[in-house]
């Protein structure tokens, strides 16, 4: 078992081993892939812990056989949050791996498949395989508390000693505010439905006698039409849903696919070949320094020699 970090994930609905796996990559693709496949889950799969476990290869080639066997489709990386304890959440880091090669849409529903299936799971603990210490960030998850609207009634209004309403006593209270605004005890019950759709959408019976009261012109001639308009037009909107804060102990779940070059995170439809822009431009690798022709060997130490002499 390699160290932590980037545990290694086996994708389902792979081929079984063969001697022909992984024959059309470059040797040290091939043998890079072929030891990787051979790792159990849960195993490390950053470039610095199998560098430690491959002699033949140092970190730069790791990688940028990492980066081959993503564009191949053989593996990609992704981040996970899961909750922790003390109401704490933190970022896992995982590479899928399938010894058969998948194509950019496959992965994609697989990271999607991941994602549906984190968010009807139970809590996630984290595994202390797959957790590198130096690649979690710890995120602080802290209670919201919502903001009610001042118009919104934190409970229905009792209705009126009489058996009326809430929304019959407000209309009843219009001719005690402004005595332009006098309604009968007919018109109150005419308009008591419109006033009923006001404190159903969370309103209380003081916000409803201002909102009709005011602006009001020098003469009202007809009451109860004047009203009836405004309860019409005026009507507030149905109030948002308050989000409410996650419980206490409630898990915190989030799958995002990352880029195996410099774990750059994006939707999966964002990097293809488990790549971001910049990773997939040409000439991202360093070059090689240019080395004197085998022809040119008595030139060159020529050269250093008359340098040698110079003063």
Same mark, same amino acid.
Request: glycine share 8%; proline share 11%.
């Given at each position: 078992?390699?160290?932590?970090?980037?545990?290694?994930?086996?994708? #389902?609905?792979?081929? !079984?081993?063969? =001697?022909?796996?992984?024959?059309?990559?470059?040797?040290?693709?091939?043998?890079?892939?072929?030891?990787? $496949?051979?790792?159990?889950?849960?195993?490390?799969?950053?470039?610095?812990?199998?560098? &430690?476990?491959? #002699?033949?290869?140092?970190?730069?080639?790791?990688?940028?056989?990492?980066?081959?066997?993503?564009?191949?489709?053989?593996?990609?990386?992704?981040?996970?949050?899961?909750?922790?304890?003390?109401?704490?959440?933190?970022?896992?880091?995982?590479?899928?791996?399938? +010894?058969?090669?998948?194509?950019?849409?496959?992965?994609?529903?697989?990271?999607?498949?991941? +994602?549906?299936?984190?968010?009807?799971? =139970?809590?996630?603990?984290?595994? !202390?395989?797959?957790?590198?210490?130096?690649?979690?960030?710890?995120?602080?998850?802290?209670?919201?508390?919502?903001?009610?609207?001042?118009?919104?009634?934190?409970?229905?209004?009792?209705?009126?000693?009489?058996?009326?309403?809430?929304?019959?006593?407000?209309?009843?209270?219009?001719?005690?505010?402004?005595?332009?605004?006098?309604?009968?005890?007919?018109?109150?019950?005419?308009?008591?439905?419109?006033?009923?759709?006001?404190?159903?959408?969370?309103?209380?019976?003081?916000?409803?006698?201002?909102?009709?009261?005011?602006?009001?012109?020098?003469?009202?001639?007809?009451?109860?039409?004047?009203? +009836?308009?405004?309860?019409?037009?005026?009507?507030? #909107?149905?109030?948002?849903?308050?989000?409410?804060?996650?419980?206490?102990?409630?898990?915190?779940?989030?799958?995002?696919?990352?880029?195996?070059?410099?774990?750059?995170?994006?939707?999966?439809?964002?990097?293809?070949?488990?790549?971001?822009?910049?990773? &997939?431009?040409?000439?991202?690798?360093?070059?090689?320094?240019?080395?004197?022709?085998?022809? $040119?060997? &008595?030139?060159?130490?020529?050269?250093?020699?008359?340098?040698?002499?110079?003063?």
């Amino acid at each position: 078992m390699a160290h932590p970090g980037y545990g290694k994930r086996s994708a #389902p609905d792979q081929q !079984p081993r063969s =001697g022909h796996d992984f024959m059309l990559l470059p040797l040290r693709e091939r043998s890079i892939a072929g030891f990787i $496949d051979h790792l159990p889950d849960g195993a490390a799969m950053d470039v610095k812990g199998l560098a &430690r476990q491959l #002699p033949l290869y140092g970190q730069q080639a790791v990688g940028s056989a990492l980066k081959a066997l993503s564009v191949a489709g053989h593996l990609r990386r992704v981040r996970c949050l899961v909750s922790g304890a003390g109401g704490q959440v933190r970022w896992v880091f995982r590479t899928f791996w399938s +010894r058969t090669a998948r194509d950019n849409e496959w992965w994609a529903h697989l990271v999607g498949a991941e +994602r549906e299936q984190s968010a009807i799971a =139970g809590p996630v603990g984290v595994e !202390p395989s797959v957790v590198e210490p130096s690649a979690v960030e710890p995120v602080v998850v802290r209670p919201v508390t919502p903001v009610v609207p001042r118009q919104r009634a934190q409970e229905p209004a009792p209705p009126a000693s009489d058996g009326r309403s809430p929304a019959y006593a407000a209309l009843a209270r219009l001719g005690r505010v402004d005595a332009r605004l006098a309604l009968s005890a007919a018109d109150c019950a005419v308009l008591e439905p419109l006033a009923a759709e006001w404190f159903a959408r969370g309103v209380d019976a003081d916000y409803l006698v201002r909102a009709l009261a005011a602006g009001l012109p020098a003469q009202v001639d007809s009451p109860v039409g004047f009203v +009836r308009r405004r309860l019409t037009d005026k009507i507030p #909107p149905h109030p948002p849903a308050v989000p409410q804060p996650p419980a206490a102990g409630a898990p915190v779940r989030l799958v995002m696919m990352e880029c195996t070059k410099c774990g750059a995170p994006g939707r999966a439809e964002a990097l293809p070949d488990g790549l971001c822009r910049p990773c &997939r431009l040409p000439g991202d690798e360093e070059p090689l320094a240019d080395l004197p022709a085998e022809r $040119d060997v &008595r030139t060159y130490v020529a050269g250093l020699r008359d340098l040698l002499k110079a003063p």
